[in-house]
């Protein structure tokens, strides 16, 4: 039985070609729900034998209106909805989300908070790179390394969850502050949990990195240069693999990264294996930056003492009506924000993550638009996958590192 | 960031002409919506603004022109980010592709269509990339019903449902 072509068939995309190109090639459709692609993505590939020819990649299946919604939330209700834009590393959202906020109010957070929103960022960096590399491996069969990686992992998020409360969003931080301090024994637990890092991604280099099976599938496959990498607005891991190494957390630093000690790590041609080795490399900076915060961290309050934003102390608001007032006021009609707009932009673990904010006054934003790395990515990602195998479609995808929260929003 | 760069870069900035102003360490340049593939291939070529990182738009109901398009670059060597912006009639709301220029405008200027029906002229591919075939209205717009409910895909019935 011949099918119809795939246009012809109720379906909520619309392929951009539908015939093949040559004699004997063959348009399949891969996902959006597909064991193999970890994230619901949709391609429809031209393959030629087990070659790609050419590819259309579609995203949107998690598309929740998150914009949308930002619009009727007052400023402070938004940090659950950012938390799962990038589910992976759920803090370094929270932060860039608060500071592009706190940009438009004009405030400057105590040191406290500066450096240890610098410290949980980094924290998140490692386990979103542990999340991509893990599955990335098990997906070409290092079941080994992927539970040495995620067991860090969880261990990183057993840990948070002391912290904030929660696993995975976290909605730890707040405009002007974060949402509580450390726990007693927080510190020493870190240091345990980045000691037996070490050792874990010791055992993973060993395993991987001169594997002849690994080496086979992740070099030279994917490729991609520096300058057509920038074309498709590539940043992070992806553009440093290129050899450039653009990271904002030196070019233009925010936070307490201009204090800090640390490389910025590059590959030699953007293969997937660079992209491996990238990621690695930074949860070892990440891993020597955290040491260096720890030392660093200052005693002081953690949220500004500023009412316009931070929630008066639980004590007062139920013993004087000024606190009561200011906790109502701030719970039902949000933050007053002043107009204006306000560009910020953080270095993801994917890569440069943007708010692009615009307020007309008061308590609800005009307009909260994300710029996703995820999505960036999604639009140049035929230029990795063309011209390779089809089951190379499978680690350069995972070497991507596509998040379906952030790039559908 | 580094301020000499910036400097530099505001200073002939100015020379393409439109205004200019500093917002929060972002240069802002507002221009007539012809004008923009002028000044984004100033931008790229003279300049060195290398990363188109973000396009996106603003409703203004009350406003006429109705919509603001903007554009975010950013430069690799000096660091220096610029917001372009430009306004749109809602009879009309056409500006010029920067596909030619930029390879990452392409889904950018798909999803700014899918949001607010910005039409990017010389975009071949402005099918629907985050909303899906048959979605009706844009839903970024100010006045687009958020309650409303959209059409749903089909089953798919008869011989070509089966594999």
């Known amino acids: 039985m011949s099918l119809p072509p795939l246009d012809r068939l109720p379906n909520p995309i619309r392929?951009?070609?539908?015939?093949?190109?040559?004699?004997?090639?063959?348009?399949?459709?891969?996902?959006?729900?597909?064991?193999?692609?970890?994230?619901?993505?949709?391609?429809?590939?031209?393959?030629?034998?087990?070659?790609?020819?050419?590819?259309?990649?579609h995203c949107g299946y998690l598309h929740r209106g998150f914009e949308k919604e930002c619009e009727s939330h007052t400023w402070h209700n938004l940090i659950p909805y950012v938390d799962r834009l990038n589910y992976c590393s759920a803090l370094i959202n929270d932060f860039a989300y608060c500071e592009a906020v706190e940009k438009?109010?004009?405030?400057?957070?105590?040191?406290r908070c500066r450096y240890l929103r610098t410290l949980l960022a980094e924290y998140s960096r490692i386990a979103d790179h542990l999340t991509c590399i893990a599955a990335a491996l098990m997906e070409l069969g290092a079941m080994t390394a992927f539970l040495y990686l995620v067991t860090i992992r969880d261990y990183i998020y057993e840990h948070l969850a002391d912290l904030t409360g929660a696993r995975v969003t976290y909605s730890y931080g707040r405009i002007g502050g974060l949402a509580c301090d450390l726990p007693d024994g927080w510190l020493e637990r870190l240091g345990e949990i980045?000691?037996?890092?070490?050792?874990?991604?010791?055992?993973?280099?060993?395993?991987?990195?001169?594997?002849?099976?690994?080496?086979?599938?992740?070099?030279?496959?994917?490729?991609?240069?520096?300058?057509?990498?920038?074309n498709w607005g590539f940043t992070g891991p992806i553009l440093r693999s290129t050899g450039a190494p653009r990271d904002l957390r030196r070019d233009t630093p925010y936070l307490a990264y201009a204090e800090l000690d640390f490389e910025v790590p590059v590959g030699i041609k953007g293969d997937n294996y660079d992209r491996y080795y990238?990621?690695?490399?930074?949860?070892d900076e990440s891993a020597h930056m955290i040491r260096q915060l720890v030392d660093m961290l200052p005693p002081g309050p953690l949220c500004v003492d500023d009412r316009r934003c931070t929630f008066p102390d639980k004590a007062l608001v139920y013993s004087e009506i000024e606190s009561l007032i200011n906790?109502?006021?701030?719970?039902?009609?949000?933050?007053?924000?002043?107009?204006?707009?306000?560009?910020?932009?953080?270095?993801?673990?994917?890569?440069?993550?943007?708010?692009?904010?615009?307020?007309?006054?008061?308590?609800?934003?005009?307009?909260?638009?994300?710029r996703a790395p995820s999505f960036v990515h999604m639009g140049g990602a035929h230029r990795m996958l063309d011209g390779y195998q089809l089951a190379d479609i499978v680690p350069t995808f995972g070497s991507i590192n596509m998040i379906g929260g952030e790039c559908d929003r | 960031m580094d301020a000499a760069a910036f400097e530099r870069v505001r200073e002939r900035l100015a020379g393409i002409g439109g205004e200019t102003a500093v917002s929060h360490g972002v240069l802002v340049l507002e221009i007539e919506p012809e004008r923009v593939t002028e000044v984004a291939r100033a931008l790229k070529d003279e300049l060195g603004f290398d990363l188109l990182l973000d396009v996106t738009a603003v409703d203004w109901p009350q406003r006429e022109p109705r919509f603001d398009v903007v554009w975010h670059f950013y430069t690799t060597r000096h660091f220096v980010r610029v917001r372009v912006k430009t306004r749109v009639p809602l009879?009309?709301?056409?500006?010029?592709?920067?596909?030619?220029?930029?390879?990452?405008?392409?889904?950018?200027?798909?999803?700014?269509?899918?949001?607010?029906?910005?039409?990017?002229?010389g975009n071949d591919d402005l099918r629907p990339i985050l909303l899906y075939e048959g979605f009706e209205g844009h839903p970024l717009r100010k006045d687009y019903p958020k309650h409303r409910e959209q059409p749903l895909v089909p089953y798919r019935t008869g011989p070509e449902a089966k594999p």
């Not at chain 1, 007053?336 to 993550?353: F, I, K, M, R």
């Open chain 1, 194 to 230: 980045l000691h037996q890092m070490d050792t874990f991604t010791g055992r993973v280099h060993g395993l991987v990195d001169r594997n002849r099976i690994f080496i086979d599938r992740m070099r030279d496959v994917g490729v991609i240069s520096t300058a057509e990498a920038v």
């Open chain 1, 104 to 111: 438009l109010m004009g405030i400057e957070i105590t040191p």
């Open chain 1, 278 to 283: 990238v990621r690695m490399r930074e949860i």
């Open chain 1, 15 to 57: 392929p951009a070609f539908t015939e093949g190109s040559r004699d004997g090639s063959v348009i399949v459709n891969i996902g959006p729900s597909h064991p193999a692609t970890h994230g619901t993505i949709q391609i429809v590939a031209e393959i030629y034998g087990e070659r790609v020819l050419r590819t259309d990649v």
């Open chain 2, 91 to 121: 009879a009309d709301p056409t500006v010029d592709t920067l596909i030619t220029l930029y390879g990452s405008a392409r889904y950018m200027e798909r999803e700014c269509h899918d949001m607010y029906g910005i039409v990017f002229r």
């Open chain 1, 327 to 370: 906790h109502f006021k701030l719970v039902m009609e949000g933050p007053q924000v002043p107009p204006g707009e306000v560009y910020s932009a953080h270095e993801g673990a994917n890569g440069e993550l943007g708010f692009y904010i615009v307020s007309v006054g008061g308590g609800v934003p005009w307009k909260v638009h994300c």
